[in-house]
């Protein structure tokens, strides 16, 4: 509990003020996930209150964690502040204007039917162009610079942020393909085109939470260095395996619930591989906690 928090009391004023944001950003996505639940509303569709939940909560869980990973970055104080700051600005952006147009009873994305439409669709495709840019900088620092002292949790960090460039990637795609769909007369297409890469964009964007966390969770046991890489590294390579075929599943078309059979088992022992190594740190986490409380009572019995 201490190492928790920990992380606010010894966060940057800009990294605060960035999970302060996260924080009201989650908390809209779970007051209209129950807005939802209670009104009995539809959960697909373009005018579905669900995108106002997914919104708060991804943006609200993405914003901390981005805040929380690249707090390990060795970055100049000013471009840190620049970019996590453009990034919560851009994320709060983002939530606003779908849950506004939720409430409006119209869509969020590609809607030009109207010059406020047009504008709202506009101001989300350069809302998640600012995004992007950030990300990049954070990016092209970890690459650089040296970064956390663990390997383990340098490598966690780095490879996090590129899996999210691919999340965000996809996002920039599934608006392209959406923009030109409904440019074209026709705007129902744009939102079967786009959908069709939510899959990919939803598996690649919380790897800037997954990865480092479970970097951060192993320096909590008493696993070496070389032992908290090598899961570290097996982490990376399941994670780096299941989005890439849940990327080709998204491209070609194939629902991932419905893939074929080699592709399903792929995916799936990606997954479990991943979901094993998160279960290695956290159970070498007791005996260390075992430890510290045995010296603890020993101090006491003194």
Not at 219 to 235: G, L, S
Request: aromatic share 6%.
């Amino acid at each position: 509990m201490n190492a928790l928090t920990r992380i606010w009391s010894d966060g940057r004023r800009a990294e605060r003020i960035a999970y302060a944001v996260a924080a009201a950003l989650f908390l809209s996505g779970t007051a209209h996930a129950l807005v939802l639940i209670v009104t009995g509303g539809s959960w697909l569709g373009p005018l579905s209150m669900r995108k106002a939940v997914t919104f708060g909560l991804s943006f609200g869980l993405t914003l901390a964690s981005v805040a929380w990973a690249t707090s390990f970055l060795t970055m100049r104080p000013r471009l840190r502040t620049a970019l996590l700051g453009a990034f919560a600005a851009a994320s709060v952006i983002e939530v606003v204007l779908v849950s506004m147009q939720t409430w409006r009873g119209v869509p969020s994305h590609f809607n030009f039917e109207t010059p406020f439409d047009n504008v709202v669709s506009m101001t989300l495709a350069a809302g998640g162009g600012v995004i992007i840019l950030t990300v990049v900088g954070f990016t092209a620092t970890a690459l650089v610079e040296p970064g956390p002292d663990a390997p383990s949790l340098r490598l966690a960090v780095r490879a996090g942020l590129v899996v999210l460039l691919v999340a965000l990637a996809t996002g920039a795609v599934m608006i392209g393909r959406g923009v030109v769909a409904a440019r074209g007369g026709d705007p129902q297409p744009a939102y079967t085109t786009a959908g069709s890469l939510k899959p990919l964009h939803a598996v690649a964007m919380h790897a800037i939470l997954v990865l480092p966390a479970l970097a951060w969770l192993l320096r909590f046991t008493p696993h070496p260095e070389t032992h908290r890489m090598r899961i570290v590294k097996t982490a990376v390579a399941a994670d780096a395996v299941l989005t890439a075929v849940i990327g080709v599943e998204s491209f070609t078309g194939i629902d991932p619930t419905a893939a074929p059979l080699p592709l399903l088992a792929l995916s799936a022992l990606a997954a479990a591989v991943l979901a094993g190594t998160g279960i290695h740190a956290l159970s070498g986490i007791e005996p260390a906690v075992r430890f510290v409380r045995v010296l603890s009572g020993k101090a006491r019995g003194r």
